[in-house]
């Protein structure tokens, strides 16, 4: 049941005091990592151009109630089917949510791209992080605003959800912004405009929802619904628990990433950093298979990418029990050569085969650390799979270590594959 929404607000100059960690942590460094010369310049440049050009912005108002079904949840007359938000909600018992859109606008963005056309690719990156340092501010700012209003009201509110986070597809997000915008003629302090893939314009900016629940002991630390922990706001009079993780990335938004990269990043690049005319060791038919179906790219704000992978075997021997393994990868900025800075595998959640591999069987700790510390290619670029000398091993299971360098051969080719046809070489 809905009604009207109780409350609505607009800032157009919102107080801008984007910590240094948070920055740090968008560049890419520990939070307490010391710049050199080089980027301490950039980073201030960066901060003192947004802090004379940009043009933030904040809208939040009240959904007017909820309605919680099975699978379901109803926002101001819109219906969106996100698990995880439903889940949120139908815990925390919320009666009511806070619509929030943030920009960091569209000068900072223009600036970026601007300094990549110019040749200043650190002027573009220092400015691009700092535009993704800005939004994650304002949402931080937007959760002050609520979260003081709900506990001077008697209630609490839950952590921020946005749909392309996990378990709400980002094609919910012209939904989203019709609600937001909902039809009473608010004047938005500047334009956004919402693609039918779920992108948004200028990038810079986020559209959200806080749950409203009249339970705070719902969102008490240990209940897992606490936001403080995803927030760094600092000096909260309302704090519950210590910051100490981070909410996903404000322009997470899955699959998009390829047409995001196409957009931002192709058009404005001069040389390609993976070879179009690859000549990989898998078939083309295996590998688009295998990219459609097995393969997840998410990118973040700061433009790294991760890629999923669920790779499927059977153990050789035991019957040719199923095997299933996830492997993750986390790949630089097209800017930075899509460098590879993590990569890691494991035994999918629940599977029970890799206990009946061979050398398992023999030395299960053993061999699951050999697994684990097994790292090809780090810190190269995604490019160098195509000379890559290793075994042709392809068997189904992970007991020699030339089938296990033959995997990562194959799904860094697949990932290489995905990005390169997708025009975003
Ligand atoms: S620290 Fe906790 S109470 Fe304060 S604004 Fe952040 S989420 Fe809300």
Known sequence: ME?????????KAPQLNVQEAEYLRLLGFPKDHALTERSRELATWARNWYAEHGRPWIYARSAGGVGIEADKIHLSGA?????????????????DAVLVAVSAGKECEEKARQCWQEGKPDEYFFLEMYGSAVVEHLVTHAAGNICARAEQNGMAALPHYSPGYTGWPVSDQPKLWSIIRGNNGTPFPADLDVMETGMLRPKKSLLTVFGLTRHPEKVAPGSKLVPCENCSLPNCNYRRAPYCDFMPQAETVGRLVLDALET???????????DKLARYSVNARALRKWSEERL???????????????????????FGRPIQYDYQVRLTPRAQGYRITEAHSTPADGDTGHAQQCEFLKDPDGFMSRLTAEKPLLGRPLNDVLTWK????????????????????MIFEVIHFALAQKGSA
């Open 79 to 95: 219906e969106f089917s996100s698990e995880r938000l439903q889940s949120q909600f139908a815990a925390a018992q919320a009666h």
């Open 264 to 274: 931002i990043e192709t058009k404005t690049a001069t040389a390609p950093v993976l």
């Open 390 to 409: 290793r075994p042709v091993n392809p068997a189904g299971c992970f007991c020699e270590a030339g089938s296990r360098e033959h995997k990562w051969g």
């Open 3 to 11: 009604s009207k929404p109780t409350f609505e607000f607009t800032d």
């Open 296 to 318: 997840q790219l998410e990118v973040a704000s700061d433009g790294f990418i991760t890629a999923r992978f669920r790779y499927e075997g059977t153990t050789c021997s035991n």
